[in-house]
Nanobody
Framework: QVQLVESGGGLVQPGGSLRLSCAASGSISRIYVMGWYRQAPGKQRELVAVIANDGRTSYADSVKGRFTISGDNDNAKKTANLQMSSLRPEDTAVYHC??????????WGQGTQVTVSS
């Protein structure tokens, strides 16, 4: 089992920045990919960014150049951080952390609200 706890959401003005953090606990050695997804009201959940154990990353086209995913990857600590810059109102959503493991999951965090508004 893997547990994910997100933090760092909040209210920010357009053009501002926020940093989201996701900390994994439990069977973290089985995680090989972590990522961030988001779900806006009335819309499907969508991929924002993912990072693999080897450091490779992938981003949704809508956030390329504005968001950066990073993480700690060792047997004692597994995190996925999302640095968000140049935020737009359309980035408003509940952001969820995801972990993909060998043999189980995926696992999801409870989500953190990001609101971009003046």
């Amino acid at each position: 089992q893997v547990q994910l706890v997100e933090s760092g959401g909040g209210l920010v003005q357009p053009g501002g920045s926020l940093r989201l953090s996701c900390a994994a606990s439990g069977s973290i050695s089985r995680i090989y990919v972590m990522g961030w997804y988001r779900q806006a009201p009335g819309k499907q959940r969508e991929l924002v960014a993912v990072i693999a154990n080897d450091g490779r990353t992938s981003y949704a086209d809508s956030v390329k150049g504005r968001f950066t995913i990073s993480g700690d990857n060792d047997n004692a600590k597994k995190t996925a951080n999302l640095q968000m810059s140049s935020l737009r109102p359309e980035d408003t959503a509940v952001y969820h952390c995801q972990a993909i493991t060998h043999g189980a999951g995926p696992y999801w965090g409870q989500g953190t609200q990001v609101t971009v508004s003046s």
